[in-house]
């Protein structure tokens, strides 16, 4: 399984970015994305089972959405109202027969 994710960048606070993380091979497992800040350890943002299952970190409730297309496996985040403390390195995951798989981080920067 590789992990392909793609969208970070810089935005300034109150704005938006969208991340996209696609997956080969077979994938019916949990795809989401953890997130790691600046001295701070990696972190859950969301994630998403195959058939809905959501979970999100308090401190994005509201702002984030994850969304998952299952025929492309792809999953997305749509971050809006972007704060400082959402800056760092996401990575996108998928955990499926016991196993975690790890995409390549994708920088998200949020100045004040």
């Known amino acids: 399984v590789q992990l392909q994710a793609s969208g970070g960048g810089s935005v300034q606070a109150g704005g938006s970015l969208r991340l996209s993380c696609g997956a080969s091979?077979?994938?019916?497992?949990?795809m989401g994305w953890y997130r790691q800040g600046p001295g701070n350890q990696r972190e859950l943002v969301a994630d998403k089972g195959y058939g809905g299952t959501t979970h999100y970190a308090d401190s994005v409730k509201g702002r984030f959405t994850i969304s998952r297309d299952n025929a492309k496996n792809t999953i997305y985040l749509q971050m809006n109202s972007l704060k400082p403390e959402d800056t760092g390195v996401y990575y996108c995951y998928l955990r499926q027969v016991g196993q975690e798989h790890w995409g390549k981080g994708t920088l998200v920067t949020v100045s004040s």
């Open positions: 091979g077979i994938i019916v497992g949990i």
